[in-house]
């Protein structure tokens, strides 16, 4: 491995900079993926043409100067092999044809076997890795057992989760049935990317922030523990937006690392996690709209917060937003790579 910095971070070894990745960092925000998504016709067509996902994955590693890739999917790509319908309106969020609306479909949910419902994304993998040619480690991911229900039974985003809060409250072991269906699938999925080439994987639990306090540990977190526990060939980070208020039962988790987003301490953070953990995170991705010398000092003052300890990869707090300019995505990955350097 030519850089394998971020890998020696998630352990929390020492490193001579700290390393950088970021989340949707292969996006709408760069011409080259809009050219190549228009060559696909669709983002659906893009994300089942491995060759393609291969190609928008290392765009942004041929553009900027990061530590890590990550294989180029989608997190409801499990939901869609359960035979839900997934599509992609022209400027919409993702649906399902067919949510999660009836017990009876909810009892009918299976597994899939991910060699074969999922054999693109494991192929995509395989390409992206061979074409990485060892530059830097690979990250795949998946949606957790609770995002992923969220639009399994949503049909598709929403403002409120409101029929999967109504599930919650009105027949929760219905709601703990698609959970434990998920945890098995998400399970499979990461292990099969491990498989074909993953060097690290991240759960993203989008909404699981969403939840009142009391339901986060039942309905989210109880199942990326057993996605955690199942996983454990290579380093695993848990993301969960909006988690600032479970961070201690987050870093208990299992998990080798734990994502932060922008509404959290660093310095609390690092208190809370004693160095059992590595910590990912956490700029305001609105801060790159500012110009690239605010975005020089935001990038100082995260990593000034997150302190000299090893254990440290810069992120921001969610991901790279749509019409976010390049030169300020170029400032931060330089600035950290520079700052970082300084205080090592």
């Known amino acids: 491995m030519k850089n394998d910095t971020f890998l020696r971070a998630l352990a929390r070894q020492p490193t001579a900079y700290t390393p950088v990745w970021l989340m949707r ?113 690979l990250i795949g991911f998946s949606g957790s057992p609770f995002t992923l229900a969220c639009y399994m039974i949503e049909g598709g985003g929403s403002d409120d989760w409101r029929n999967v809060k109504a599930l919650l409250h009105s027949r929760p072991e219905l709601l703990h049935r698609v959970l434990e269906v998920n945890a098995r699938a998400v399970s499979d999925y ?46 695993r980070i848990l993301f969960t937006k909006g988690g600032n208020p479970w961070l201690a039962q987050m870093m208990a988790s299992g998990a080798d690392a734990i994502g932060l987003d922008w509404t959290s301490d660093p310095r609390h953070a690092r ?28 990038a100082r003052r995260v990593i000034d917060a997150f302190g000299r300890a090893p254990g440290h990869v810069f992120n921001l707090g969610h991901g790279v937003l749509q019409g976010t300019p390049i030169d300020s995505v170029a400032a931060l990955v330089d600035e950290v790579r520079t700052y970082s350097r300084t205080r090592a």
């Open 25 to 137: 960092q292969a996006g709408r925000y760069l011409p080259e993926y809009k050219a190549t998504r228009a060559r696909a016709g669709s983002f659906l067509g893009l994300a089942k043409t491995p060759e393609l996902c291969a190609q928008v994955a290392l765009q942004p590693i041929e553009r900027f100067d990061l530590d890590a890739a990550i294989v180029f999917s989608d997190i409801l790509t499990i939901p869609d092999a359960m035979g839900l319908g997934l599509s992609f309106g022209e400027g919409e969020g993702p649906r399902f044809e067919r949510p999660l609306r009836d017990e009876a479909s909810i009892r009918a949910l299976s597994v899939p076997d991910p060699t074969v419902e999922l054999r693109y994304v494991l192929d995509a993998v395989r390409v992206t890795r061979e074409a990485l040619a060892d530059r830097v480690p």
């Open 271 to 298: 208190k809370l996690a004693g160095g059992r953990v590595a910590l990912q995170g956490n700029l305001d991705p609105a801060a790159l709209f500012g110009p690239p010398e605010r975005v020089r000092e935001a």
């Open 190 to 235: 990461l292990n099969a990317q491990i498989d074909a080439g993953a060097q690290a994987v991240m759960l993203f639990d989008t909404w699981g922030g969403t939840l009142a306090y009391n339901d986060y540990e039942p309905f989210s977190l109880a199942y990326s523990k057993k996605v955690l526990g199942a996983v454990s060939r290579v380093p």
